[in-house]
């Protein structure tokens, strides 16, 4: 299988309609992560690495619940070729939001004598019964946050991120003077969301409400049959892929500590979440065209190598610097007791850059609808991770878990790669 970037020249790329929408949806990121890189030297002073750890903890938590709130509905928002079936594709996702996070508020009441054992932390298990609301306000946020996707909204898209890490790092701070611990950072979070979501709600009900006429009931039911395939392969894969990413959490907590999760926690938001964000926007951008092409030719390789060649080139210099720098650094811009999660950083960043250039592109599998190969592909990633994890705890020794850990998952990422590849043309 060979790629020929040969026909990607750089005034292509820089007068491309799909790459300015990249660099605006970028530059709003940017400016959105910037508020919690730059606040994150306060909260490291007003908060404890345990503290952080038991954040981290709910957090975990709750990223696993919301794999299923809306029944992963929310991501054929934009595969409709018209208006009026997607807007029921949003009623669905919605509907199925409010469902699923009541249910697991129930499952939660039921559980609350055994949550302490199940939880392994007591602060965590004092905040447990906000996860319902954080996983619903999850919900309806993906679903807006797609639609406006669809409607080519990127001015919102980027609004959105910066009044939720600003409403959330305000708060944060505040809460951190107060000395109201987790709590403080969890609340943050929430009220983030309440921001964002409501911001986004109105600005669709705004701009598309004529839509809404639409909404019915038969619509729904043939919406939800028709993309059956995504509760079907996306909730059990996404559901492996997030417990991939949180295993190590519920392993370091169990097994070494609060604080070691602390300094865990701290290297995955000031280096994971910036990535994270910057890449959302790449993709952002790239499942709108490759979604388009893919459809009106059954070929969305042209996007796909314009992309891969543009995150390649923006993330090397980046990393490469950071792989020497991260400990002096962590140290310098959050204090001394904070060494050891840049040592931690510098371990993953070899994860990081894997993961920055392979995700946006991995959407092609479900543009193409081989879900069932993600599957596989996620539930390798969840063994390996486990194995990781438990290597270090076989040696006693986080550091190992967490070398074992950041090669497995770069390896696996270029597995991903070469798979999003494959299906990114119809084949013959």
């Not at 004092?126 to 679903?143: A, D, E, K, V």
């Not at 980046?318 to 510098?346: K, Q």
């Not at 092609?364 to 990633?381: G, N, P, R, S």
């Amino acid at each position: 299988m060979g790629i020929n970037f040969d026909n990607i020249s750089l005034s292509s790329l820089r007068n491309s309609p799909f790459v300015k929408n990249v660099i605006s949806l970028m530059t709003g990121t940017t400016a959105a992560q910037a508020i919690p890189i730059l606040i994150s030297p306060i909260l490291t002073r007003l908060y404890k690495p345990e503290e952080f750890g038991a954040f981290a903890l709910y957090m975990a938590i709750a990223s696993v619940l919301s794999v299923v709130v809306s029944g992963r509905y929310e991501l054929a928002v934009i595969l409709p070729e018209n208006d009026e079936e997607a807007i029921n594709v949003v009623a669905l996702s919605i509907i199925l939001s409010f469902i699923i996070s009541g249910t697991i508020f129930i499952a939660i009441l039921l559980l609350r004598k055994i949550l302490p054992r199940m939880v392994g932390n007591e602060e965590a298990v004092s905040l447990i019964y906000f996860i319902p609301l954080t996983i619903l306000l999850t919900g309806i946020f993906n679903t807006f946050y797609y639609w406006s996707t669809r409607k080519l909204q990127y001015k919102r898209l980027v609004i959105s991120k910066v009044s939720q890490t600003s409403s959330t790092g305000l708060v944060n701070i505040v809460m951190g003077l107060k000395k109201l611990g987790s709590s403080g950072l969890i609340f943050g979070y929430i009220f983030g969301q309440f921001i964002t979501t409501g911001f986004l709600g109105s600005q669709m009900w705004k701009g598309e409400r004529k839509t809404v006429q639409f909404i019915n009931k038969q619509n729904i039911v043939k919406q939800l049959y028709r993309y059956k395939k995504f509760p079907l392969y996306s909730i059990p894969a996404d559901f492996i892929n997030v417990m991939s990413n949180q295993l190590p959490i519920y392993i370091l907590n169990l097994y070494f500590g609060g604080v070691i999760v602390g300094f865990y926690a701290l290297t995955q938001r000031v280096l994971a979440a910036p990535i994270s964000l910057i890449s959302a926007s790449i993709l952002d951008v790239f499942r709108q065209r490759a979604s388009s092409d893919y459809a009106k030719f059954g070929d969305c390789r042209s996007i796909f190598l314009k992309t891969l060649a543009g995150l390649t080139a923006i993330s090397i210099l980046p990393f490469g610097a950071f792989f020497f720098a991260a400990p002096t650094l962590f140290s310098w811009i959050f204090g001394e007791n904070w060494l050891v999660a840049g040592e931690y950083a510098r371990i993953m960043s070899v994860m990081f850059f894997s993961r920055f250039i392979s995700s946006p592109l991995s959407f092609v599998i479900y543009i193409a609808e081989k879900q069932q190969y993600d599957l596989i592909w996620q539930f390798t990633l969840l063994v390996s991770t486990a194995a990781s994890m438990y290597a270090g705890v076989y040696y006693h020794d986080v550091k190992v878990s967490l070398i074992c850990f950041s090669w497995a998952y770069s390896i696996l990422y270029i597995v991903y790669l070469v798979i999003s590849y494959r299906f990114s043309k119809v084949a013959a």
